[in-house]
């Protein structure tokens, strides 16, 4: 693989740096510090951090406002885009506007369909399909053009990334293929609590020639208690939580949390021993505490300088 964009998370893991990326989930409201509390608590512990659009297909503040003030706060955002919200001149108009506000990652997404949401009687746009938003993000990279061929000055070089659920019952392989085809650059996969099958996965995606194509960060999650731990289990697509680890949760009692924060550590030293696994991403399900936590606890601190 070569650098093909001016994002900083990139160099790193060109460099052969175990990457961490973390998540910050604009509010429904208007207010900034919403975004900048939980971008400062990322700060010198995150390399990069996701900023989510319309999660759960919920209305928040809009991920080119939350890309601006991420940046601000002195962390590389990741601006996540879905095809869900927007037909091609939005899609184009945020990718623009999320790098002209500081955003040099992307992440392209479906989105949830909005009956989940709080607007379930919305009408999903759908006007590009996830390879469709892929391969605007790579030509605007790559030729400087839009869909419609026409150029554009000053283009965006995103780094470009996707998300994956490699432990799906119904998982294809083929389907990460055509989005690194695409021109997709790195992949954040869904949260990982069953080490030993994500390592079956990477044993195979490694046959196929994926890391030698694709970033791959696992993602991690705390689960903070067992009601919360089968709650993920239960409602996520493609979570397995192990018996072993709600038992363990069951038999913490009070101190859950804590034990949740432990467990997630030693699952993130299993996945840095998998060889081409390039980093984490660790989500906070709400909560920043147990991220900080979690990325203290698995010795990845201090994290590299910029440069």
């Known amino acids: 693989m070569t650098i093909r964009s ?5 160099r790193l893991l060109h460099q052969g740096v175990f990457c961490v990326t973390s998540e910050v989930v604009p509010p429904r409201g208007g207010s900034p510090s ?6 400062r608590g990322l700060v010198g512990y995150a390399d990069a951090a996701n900023v989510t659009d319309n999660p ?18 002195g962390v ?15 899609l184009t108009s945020d990718l ?18 909005p009956n989940i949401g709080d607007h379930p009687d919305a009408r999903a746009v759908y006007d590009l399909d996830i390879m469709d938003l892929i391969r605007l993000a790579a030509t605007l990279r790559r030729d400087g053009r839009l869909l419609s061929g026409a150029r554009i000055e000053d283009p965006p070089r995103f780094f470009i990334g996707v998300a994956d659920v490699p432990l799906s019952s119904q998982y294809r392989f083929d389907r990460l293929e055509q989005k690194a085809d695409a021109g997709a650059d790195f992949v954040q996969t869904q949260i990982v609590f069953d080490v030993d099958a994500f ?19 696992a993602g991690v999650a705390v689960a903070r208690g067992p009601k919360s731990a089968r709650f993920i289990n239960d409602h996520l ?27 997630s550590v030693e699952i993130v030293a299993k996945l840095k021993a998998i060889q081409g696994v390039a980093g984490i991403h660790v989500m906070g399900l709400g909560r920043m ?19």
């Not at 680890?245 to 467990?263: F, N, T």
């Open 237 to 263: 697509p493609g979570v397995v939580v192990p018996p072993r680890i709600v038992g363990l949760l069951e038999e913490a009692g009070a101190d859950a949390e804590a034990e949740g924060i432990r467990v």
């Open 199 to 217: 390592a079956d996965w990477a044993e195979r995606a490694q046959a196929r020639g994926i890391f030698e194509r694709m970033f791959v960060l």
């Open 34 to 39: 919403a975004v900048t509390d939980q971008a």
């Open 96 to 113: 623009l506007g999320a790098w002209a506000l500081g955003a040099r990652n992307v992440l392209c997404l479906t989105g949830d369909p």
């Open 6 to 10: 001016d994002s900083r998370l990139e």
């Open 56 to 73: 759960t297909a919920s209305a928040h503040m809009s991920v080119v406002a939350g890309s601006g003030l991420v940046a601000a706060a």
């Open 289 to 307: 505490g147990p991220v900080r936590r979690v990325i203290e606890g698995a010795g990845l601190l201090p994290r590299p300088a910029s440069f």
């Open 76 to 90: 590389e955002p990741v601006a996540q885009i879905t095809c869900r919200d927007r037909n091609r001149l939005g």
